[in-house]
């Protein structure tokens, strides 16, 4: 794996030329966005497609995004844009916010994972439109992780997980956002948010009006429950240790602290290896354990930004157990809940009645 270092702010085009090139002849190419490092390959070659998927070990019913420099390129890839998809656009694109269309014939089934839908993103990163741009095709992009792995938000989280599996990679050094895009189903009559993100839903709703929200964004789904977007159906951003959410009761006797701090000292005594997560306004309640510290609650663009890194952080410490403190589902906590939930396997403790 080639990896070529890129400066947003002075972008060599020569550079990102032999990138657009391996594109354009059927390569994979990791390059930097503003919400993850993407893993990235021709959306209209269904070769290029199917390498994505063994390289990230992805199962292959779960669709790509598509990936934009301009909003003119969204037309030949769709049927039709609907009225809340075009407020959208109009309001968030370039950006995090990734929305999902009636696909036309362009788009092959390799990168939907056979459905009928197309998701389309542009991303606002410097060096990901001027990618695309100099590729000339749109560009299909999962986020460049082992599937079942955080995804990465470093060079150096793709290197770990993608060294000798792609041609090439873009070191745009770290991302800003942190988590990936916003998804939501502009193919109805009602926008459906798929995937909370940096765009909120109260963002979404001040544009487009009434916005659902789909039931795997909220919890496990369980039986014949089917998640619009497929990908919500794996347990993703799986830390190897297990991790539990403590969330606080304000009118329990003990705080999150107290209760995280006692099941630490529990599992030390066993001989476990055990990890914290908390924040910068909290770090100083807990004596024990492999404490870290996400970031401020009081700038929650901070801690998303960091949650990754930190997970992967307690990977590479081998911690058996992690506590983590919560955070409120507004805004952008609605994004940050949603991937500790879910790496978490949904396992969360209430302080006050604690029953594992
Ligand atoms: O921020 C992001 O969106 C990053 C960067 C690289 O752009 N990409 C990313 O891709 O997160 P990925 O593949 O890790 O997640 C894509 C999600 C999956 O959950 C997938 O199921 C869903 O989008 N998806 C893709 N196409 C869809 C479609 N047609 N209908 C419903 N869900 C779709
Ligand atoms: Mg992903």
């Known amino acids: 794996m080639k990896v070529i270092k890129i400066e947003k702010d002075q972008i060599d085009d020569k550079l990102l030329s032999e990138a657009a090139r391996l594109i354009q002849e059927g390569g994979l190419v990791a390059f ?3 919400t993850v490092y993407g893993l990235g390959a021709n959306a209209l070659d269904r070769q290029a497609a199917k390498k ?3 390289a990230k070990g992805r199962p292959s019913d779960n669709p790509l995004i598509v990936h934009i420099s ?3 390129e969204l037309e030949p890839l769709v049927k039709e844009i609907s009225q809340a998809g075009k407020k959208l ?3 968030y694109w370039p950006g995090p ?4 269309f009636p696909k036309s014939h362009l788009v092959p089934d390799e990168t939907t994972g056979g459905l009928d839908t197309v998701a389309v993103r542009m991303p606002a990163d410097p060096i990901a439109n001027r990618l695309i741009e100099l590729a000339g095709v749109p560009i299909a992009a999962p986020s460049a992780n082992t599937s079942g792995r955080p995804s990465p938000t470093l060079a150096e989280h793709v290197m ?3 060294d000798g599996r792609i041609d090439m990679l873009l070191d745009g050094g770290p991302v800003g956002i942190g988590v990936e895009s916003t998804i939501v189903d502009v193919s109805g009559p009602t926008p459906v948010l798929l995937r909370p993100g940096a765009v909120t839903m109260e963002m979404l709703k001040a544009v487009a009006g009434a916005v ?3 039931q795997a964004v909220a919890g496990p789904v369980s039986g014949d429950i089917k998640p619009k977007a497929p990908g919500m159906k794996y347990r993703h951003y799986a830390p190897k240790a297990q991790l539990i959410l403590v969330e606080e009761d304000p009118k329990a006797k003990e705080s999150a602290a107290d209760v995280i701090n006692r099941l630490t000292r529990e599992k030390l005594k066993q001989g476990y290896k055990v990890g914290i997560i908390c924040t910068e306004e909290t770090f100083s309640a807990y004596p024990e354990g492999m404490v870290k510290s996400l970031g401020l609650r009081s700038r929650e663009e901070t801690i998303a930004h960091n949650l990754f ?3 992967r952080e307690f990977d590479d410490l081998q911690a058996d157990y992690i506590y983590s403190e919560c955070f409120p589902q507004t805004h952008l906590g609605q994004a940050i809940m949603n991937r500790l939930s879910k790496a978490a396997g949904y396992h969360v403790i209430h302080t006050g009645k604690e029953e594992e």
């Open 160 to 162: 770990q997980d993608m």
């Open 97 to 100: 916010l990734t929305l999902i």
């Open 70 to 72: 301009r909003p003119k």
């Open 309 to 311: 890194a930190v997970l």
């Open 52 to 54: 994505i998927y063994s």
């Open 212 to 214: 659902e929200t789909d």
């Open 89 to 91: 656009i109009e309001a």
């Open 32 to 34: 930097p966005t503003e």
